[in-house]
């Protein structure tokens, strides 16, 4: 029997106690998943190829330190020199390991990022005992940077946002860079920027200060692969670098990176999947509007999409679920009456919305809303 946490604490002395991330359902294939951000479609071709022909005595050896020609793949995409680029397994390891590097030895100031935003991030704060403040965001789900105007230890912006889909321009970002007390970090979380029009890289030029996020995971349909990364100024890299090998010294693993490498460099296939995913985003969105719910605007993979009420929301998801379809539910303060729905393909979201609306006619049947 599985032991309750309070137990196992009992069992031995000196046991991790701390809350940890809960992440979506992988409830394995057939069935419409639309719960955990993934990509619809498979990753490029040549990944597949190269996957084939893949020489497996290589796995005999460590791989390369530091991510080899994966790094060199992503230096070129972003135009920066590879000693501006971190690779890790997914960017929750790198995530992770940049609170460590540029949160973990700071002044005791609290770290500030917005109450609805990706969760992770406080939990890697409880983690790493980095003290933290959550700053709310107004009524529409956007910050205003002058909340940020006080003292702090950093400053973490997820964008576009997790959860809401909603991105803020380079004059937030600037806003930010500001605030961030005596030169401590601002991480911008960019998982979902492919998929938008804007990022905040090219900053690094100009704001040593600023370490920029990624994930293949989304837009390059590698969730498995856990492939992630970090661009900022060369002196925040070495002390991400420094971090990690006081952790693990080969964290990319030699598929992952030759992998990794010719997903990057296929950017014609990239552009070709990240378009049909903005559109299938549009114009889900605006079946969603039309049918009275609240979506705003989105400029990611998903959309945020308001039901009227937690209980109405709750109701939704469990309709879907038993009919095959599975998407994410909050049970979080400003929250509850939301669901986040991915972007699946066309056919899904087509599925999708006759069960919705197999709901509502339902529910308009027996008179209660
Ligand atoms: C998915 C996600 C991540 C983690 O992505 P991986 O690369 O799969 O670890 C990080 N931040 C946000 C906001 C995400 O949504």
């Given at each position: 029997m599985e032991m309750d946490r309070e137990s196992k604490s009992r069992f031995v002395a000196g046991l991790y106690k701390g809350e940890p991330y809960?992440?979506?359902?992988?409830?394995?294939?057939?069935?419409?998943?639309?719960?955990?951000?993934e990509n619809p479609y498979p990753p490029a071709p040549g990944v597949l190829?190269?996957?084939?022909?893949?020489?497996?005595?290589?796995?005999?050896?460590?791989?390369?330190?530091?991510?080899?020609?994966?790094?060199?793949?992503?230096?070129?995409k972003h135009g920066v020199d590879s000693k501006n680029v971190f690779v890790g397994n997914g960017?929750?390891?790198?995530?992770?390991?940049?609170?460590?590097?540029?949160?973990?030895?700071?002044?005791?100031?609290?770290?500030?990022?917005?109450?609805?935003?990706?969760?992770?991030?406080?939990?890697?704060?409880?983690?790493?005992g980095i003290p933290y403040e959550t700053i709310p965001l107004g009524e529409d789900f956007r910050p205003s940077a002058r909340d940020y105007d006080k003292p702090n230890g950093g400053i973490v912006i997820c964008n576009p946002n997790a959860l809401t889909g909603i991105i803020?321009?380079?004059?937030?970002?600037?806003?930010?860079l500001d605030e961030a007390d005596a030169k401590s970090v601002v991480i911008v979380d960019e998982a979902y920027a492919d998929f938008a029009s804007f990022s905040a890289v090219n900053k690094i030029f100009s704001a040593p200060n600023l370490l920029v996020t990624r994930s293949l995971s989304k837009s390059y349909s590698l969730a498995g692969l856990r492939l992630g990364y970090a661009i900022g100024?060369?002196?925040?890299?070495?002390?991400?670098?420094?971090?990690?090998?006081?952790?693990?010294?080969?964290?990319?693993?030699?598929?992952?990176?030759?992998?990794?490498?010719?997903?990057?460099?296929?950017e014609v296939y990239f552009c070709t999947v990240v378009d049909k995913v903005r559109r299938t985003q549009n114009e889900t969105a605006d079946r969603f509007r039309a049918l009275g719910f609240d979506v705003p605007e989105s400029a990611a993979n998903f959309v945020f999409v308001g039901c009227g009420s937690a209980e109405r929301a709750k109701s939704i998801l469990e309709y879907l679920r038993k009919n095959g379809v599975y998407v994410r539910y909050f049970d979080k303060q400003r929250i509850r009456d939301r669901l986040?729905?991915?972007?699946?393909?066309?056919?899904?979201?087509?599925?999708?919305?006759?069960?919705?609306?197999?709901?509502?006619?339902?529910?308009?049947?027996?008179?209660?809303?």
């Open positions: 809960t992440s979506g359902e992988q409830p394995g294939f057939g069935v419409i998943k639309l719960n955990t951000n190829d190269a996957l084939k022909v893949f020489d497996g005595s290589r796995l005999g050896l460590y791989p390369k330190q530091d991510g080899g020609k994966l790094r060199e793949a992503i230096a070129a960017s929750d390891e790198v995530l992770a390991l940049s609170f460590k590097a540029c949160f973990g030895f700071g002044p005791e100031r609290p770290v500030l990022f917005p109450d609805v935003t990706y969760s992770f991030y406080t939990v890697w704060c409880e983690f790493f803020e321009s380079g004059d937030f970002i600037d806003a930010m100024d060369s002196r925040l890299i070495e002390a991400l670098t420094a971090v990690k090998d006081s952790f693990n010294s080969y964290p990319v693993g030699a598929l992952a990176e030759t992998l990794g490498a010719i997903a990057i460099e296929d986040r729905i991915s972007i699946g393909r066309p056919k899904d979201m087509d599925v999708l919305f006759e069960k919705l609306e197999e709901y509502l006619a339902l529910q308009e049947h027996s008179g209660i809303e």
